[in-house]
């Protein structure tokens, strides 16, 4: 009885990111005619990823209602690879990347927002929206974590493809002020080069925590003592 509801869940929040992406696309912002349009942005790549995560969920639940009783092998196959596919994505993007995501936008946003969000994007991005990136994303992903069993990959590997994609987006933004000869965020104008190396560094590092604590807590909550117990009570 408890798979409905979560493939229902799944399907609500696939849609509420289709809404997102579709109404942040939708806003005439100066920022979005410039070099590199929306991709520049972590936020807006992380919702891609969010998106595409939950859409590979919704895929699999539709394929193992079809496939429920049928004795196909290479059905199994394909479905096996599709949640080896789901699993690598909780594990080294949709938790990693979502988590740090709404760690660093609130923690600097409460710093000083100006460092992040200044009050001018007031004037484009309602409040709603603006949860809908950088809030509701953690909520959802562990709602996900808790109500489906992800394999991670060992944790060397799992780190390494994490410090890819953390460099490999610091390098697009440094060639992005290349081009454009202005930083994406605002707090990368206020710090001097060396400073940004330190930055760049530290956020390397958080999202690797990021990481471990999301193997930590997917081992938490799938350990088989701790949820046989939870069960008894």
Not at 60 to 69: A, E, F, N, P, Q
Not at 144 to 172: D, K, N, Q
């Amino acid at each position: 009885m408890a798979l409905i509801p979560s493939q229902v869940l799944r399907v609500a929040i696939l849609l509420s990111y289709f809404s997102i992406l579709c109404h942040y696309k939708a806003l005439d912002m100066p920022a979005h005619q410039t070099y590199g349009g929306s991709w520049k942005f972590l936020t807006f790549i992380d919702l891609v990823i969010q998106a595409v995560f939950f859409g590979v969920c919704v895929l699999i639940d539709v394929s193992s209602l079809l496939t429920k009783g049928s004795d196909s092998r290479e059905q199994e196959r394909q479905l096996r690879k599709l949640i080896g596919l789901r699993d690598w994505m909780m594990a080294v993007l949709a938790f990693p990347v979502g988590a740090f995501v709404v760690f660093t936008f609130w923690s600097l946003y409460l710093y000083d927002r100006e460092l992040v969000y200044p009050r001018l994007l007031d004037n484009f991005i309602p409040q709603w929206l603006n949860h809908g990136m950088h809030t509701t994303v953690l909520p959802f992903i562990i709602i996900e974590m808790r109500t489906t069993h992800h394999r991670y990959p060992s944790r060397s590997w799992g780190l390494a493809a994490v410090c890819c994609f953390g460099v490999g987006y610091i390098l697009w933004t440094c060639w992005v002020h290349h081009v454009t000869g202005v930083w994406v965020y605002p707090v990368l104008e206020r710090i001097a080069p060396l400073a940004r190396v330190v930055f760049f560094s530290a956020m390397t590092a958080v999202i690797c925590v990021f990481y471990t604590l999301g193997e930590i807590l997917n081992s938490y909550i799938w350990d088989q003592p701790h949820t046989e117990k939870v069960k008894g009570e």
